[in-house]
């Protein structure tokens, strides 16, 4: 019988997980230099807290049952658990904007993150800065997103910016009935699906018209300034235009963060909890699209778990972690190659085992990281030892005799 994983999972090999950490150290780098502090919360919740009030599809959850805590189910995103952890556990009195990160595995059913196809688990990085709203916030959080992938090597990326509260007004005058079934056409660009709709000419009209609503932000705000917008929608277009013109003043005097930005009306996220903007960062390596990260504001999310309700503003992002390996693999920004030992403790003699696992530790003592192996036997001459020790790159080889007296070669 073979064993295989089970559908939708995979294993990583020592170059996948050397590869992995290296680009989770980078990201790891710009939080902490931003301020972020990183959090870890618990793999399962409660069934109801990874719905957030409905905002995620219960379809798209890997449930469980338990007898004590009921219907439980695995994290499809950390937005959700990271909420309801500060809203029931730290509050905000007196601590507030905070600023967390975190590096962790999701899983979701059906198809994933970037076109994964029947994968259900994922790894993501990334951020949240809960209690700060307004458009200051927004740009941090597009900042540091653009200083994460400039820290990873990454180029040829564009951000692909939008506006939920805004796109959700805009699709305010379609029938209930067919209002989700617009939004889904529009969230998944397609036309034909568009077409095909029972609509009447003036709101097919409209729904080509928000699903054209993408471009350049010069080109794009006019057409929607133009639009017969009430005073919340006018509020969140003229937050919209502060925020680029922000990011753009930001981009002349900080010259090593340069991104395009794309403003994408249409554009809505599979978790229906955004309230403000929304985005996405999308690579276009070798022609083909890929998206590397999303994120977006959410300000009701935090009243969900607050004990007295009480709502505070959120922001954040996550990055598809499978997606940054596969356009960094052909950059030169990740490994090769495993580590290879420093050294390589060879006891002459049965007898020498012990001196050799006591001179193989004050090795490890000597500096912060030392990798020292042990050879255990199994090869009968000194020339295997030593041809063990090139194909592995260990550049010392130490004999350690019956006496414990070592003799160290130096391999090349």
């Known amino acids: 019988m073979v064993h295989q994983p089970p559908s939708g999972a995979r294993d990583l090999l020592p170059l996948d997980v050397a ?159 067919v209002r989700d079934r617009v939004r889904s056409a529009i969230a998944n660009l397609d036309r034909i699906a568009l077409e095909t709709l029972p609509l009447s000419a003036e709101l097919r009209e409209r729904a080509f018209l928000l699903f054209d609503l993408r471009g350049r932000p010069q080109d794009v705000l006019p057409i929607v300034a133009s639009l017969d917008l009430d005073l919340p929608q006018r509020e969140a277009l003229n937050n919209l235009k502060s925020l680029v013109d922000l990011l753009n003043e930001c981009q002349s005097k900080i010259d090593s963060q340069k991104f395009q930005i794309h403003l994408d009306l249409s554009l809505i996220q599979t978790f229906d909890y955004y309230t403000g903007i929304v985005f996405e960062i999308v690579s276009n390596t070798d022609g083909e699209q890929r998206v590397l990260g999303q994120g977006g504001r959410y300000d009701q999310l935090l009243g969900l778990y607050h004990p007295e309700g009480k709502s505070y503003p959120g922001i954040g992002f996550s990055f598809n972690i499978e997606d940054l390996h596969y356009v960094l693999l052909n950059t030169g920004e990740l490994p090769t190659e495993t580590p290879g030992s420093d050294w390589l403790v060879i006891p002459e003699t049965p007898q020498a085992y012990a001196a050799a696992f006591a001179y193989s530790q004050k090795l490890r003592e000597s500096a912060p990281l030392v990798r020292v192996e042990v050879d255990l036997g199994g090869r009968e001459t000194a020339e295997e030892v030593r041809e063990y020790a090139r194909n592995r790159r260990i550049s010392q080889v130490v004999w350690i005799n019956s006496q414990g007296v070592p003799t160290i070669e130096t391999e090349t």
Request: net charge neutral; hydrophobic share 40%.
């Open 19 to 177: 590869q992995k950490i290296s680009i989770e150290r980078r990201l790891q780098q710009v939080f902490h230099r931003w301020g972020y502090h990183r959090i870890i919360t618990s793999t399962l919740e409660r069934l109801d807290t990874l719905m957030a009030g409905g905002a995620v599809q219960r379809s798209t959850v890997i449930q469980l049952q338990d007898a004590e805590d009921g219907e439980l189910g695995l994290r499809p995103e950390l937005t959700a658990s990271i909420a309801r952890a500060v809203a029931t556990r730290i509050g905000f009195a007196g601590a507030w904007p905070q600023r967390l990160y975190y590096n962790a595995n999701v899983f979701r059913k059906g198809r994933g993150f970037g076109g994964h196809g029947s994968q259900q688990e994922f790894y993501q990085a990334g951020v949240e800065l809960l209690g700060a709203g307004g458009v200051a916030a927004d740009a941090e959080i597009l900042l540091l997103l653009c200083e994460c992938l400039q820290n990873l090597g990454l180029s040829g990326w564009h951000l692909v910016l939008g506006e939920a509260g805004l796109t959700a007004k805009l699709l305010d005058p379609f029938p209930v009935q």
